[in-house]
């Protein structure tokens, strides 16, 4: 795995670019940029659901395994965090119309989902696992897992409702809504962790910090790229209260939540000054769910005829190409479908 990271790597710091001393990148929040860091974080995910079919202890995947231990629930952060801003500025600039149609969003994802849920069974019916009834209805509505990344859908379904409710009542009133949403992701976690386990919740508030962030960014800019000094004070400040959190983590729910904040605000810190913008990272922040869902079909198949053992390597390509080749179908595919349902 170690040679898997160093090529990936490579392949991510083409077109790495560095904003000149006292200066800063302004476009950080914009679609392509965005996209990028997406794109990162895919992969990180992909290398995550690999290493969960291989031998953690082996010493030869040591540099994926010790990332992964680092990184945890922290990798889908700013997933949470592009998505809470992308709807507040949305909500700033078309008001209404897209307030009305967050519900029809919600509705859609689920959809999408659910084709992917119909997929994994048919897999797995053809791999002879066995997938109860319950099991399989419980799923088309990210209750249940029969192999895909059913509760990053679920929080994002609730968050786009979440996000409905609040400015359908408070609409004008911005910030209120946005404190509403907060409010609610609270409820979410404290409802959700009766039944489900942390990782369904616990990185939920980087949804309404996307927000916050957006109702605020030009003061924190103001504050932050005032120059350098201003910068890198923030910058040690934010690291402290990382190794703070991460060394305190696992005391509870909150101070993970707390951990991850962090972390989405560090990822947004790095981007003022570090960019990475190349084909290679554009194509997986443009198939970001479709990349989540579909990712372990590939290893599915590979785990079941028995190619992770003796040929990591093939295993890796086999599954990483398949996995794009999947991903693009899938989302010309979708596409038709909602031209013809949605529209």
């Not at 859609?108 to 053809?126: E, G, Q, S």
């Not at 997938?131 to 786009?160: D, H, K, M, P, T």
């Not at 040690?236 to 951990?259: E, P």
């Amino acid at each position: 795995m170690t040679a898997i990271l160093l090529i990936l790597s490579l392949f991510c710091i083409n077109g790495l670019s560095f904003a000149r001393e006292g200066e800063f990148f302004s476009d950080y929040l914009e679609k392509r940029k965005t996209n990028a860091i997406k794109g990162i974080f895919v992969i990180v995910v992909f290398l995550a659901h690999f290493l969960s079919y291989l031998d953690p202890a082996s010493l030869s995947h040591f540099f994926a395994v010790c990332q992964n231990n680092a990184l945890t629930q922290l990798i889908v952060t700013m997933f949470l965090f592009y998505s809470g801003y992308g709807i507040l500025e949305a909500i700033k600039g078309k008001g209404d119309r897209y307030i009305r149609n967050l519900p029809q969003k919600a509705v859609k994802l689920l959809f999408h989902f659910d084709i992917a849920v119909v997929l994994f069974l048919c897999i797995a019916l053809f791999l002879g696992q066995s997938i109860s009834l319950r099991q399989f209805l419980l799923s088309l509505i990210c209750w249940e897992n029969i192999g895909n990344y059913n509760w990053y859908i679920f929080a994002i379904i609730v968050a786009y409702l979440i996000s409905f409710l609040s400015f359908a009542i408070f609409r004008k009133q911005r910030k209120a809504g946005v404190l509403l949403v907060t409010l609610l992701c609270v409820a979410y976690i404290l409802i959700l962790r009766v039944w489900k386990p942390a990782y369904w919740y616990n990185t939920i508030l980087c949804f309404p910090l996307g927000m916050w962030y957006s109702l605020y960014r030009s003061k924190i800019e103001k504050l932050v790229m005032r120059n350098d000094a201003s910068y890198f004070f923030v910058l040690l400040l934010a690291l402290s209260l990382y190794g703070i959190f991460y060394s305190r983590y696992q005391i509870g729910v909150w101070f993970y939540s707390g951990l991850a904040i962090i972390f989405a605000l560090l990822v947004i810190l790095l981007s003022l000054k570090v960019q990475l913008d190349n084909p290679f990272l554009q194509f997986f922040g443009n198939h970001v769910f479709s990349m989540f869902m579909l990712q372990r079909l590939p290893m599915m198949v590979l785990e079941h005829y028995g190619k992770f053992a003796n040929h990591l390597y093939l295993s890796f390509a086999l599954a990483f190409i398949c996995t794009m080749l999947l991903a693009s179908i899938f989302d010309k595919v979708t596409a038709v479908l909602d031209k013809k349902i949605f529209h």
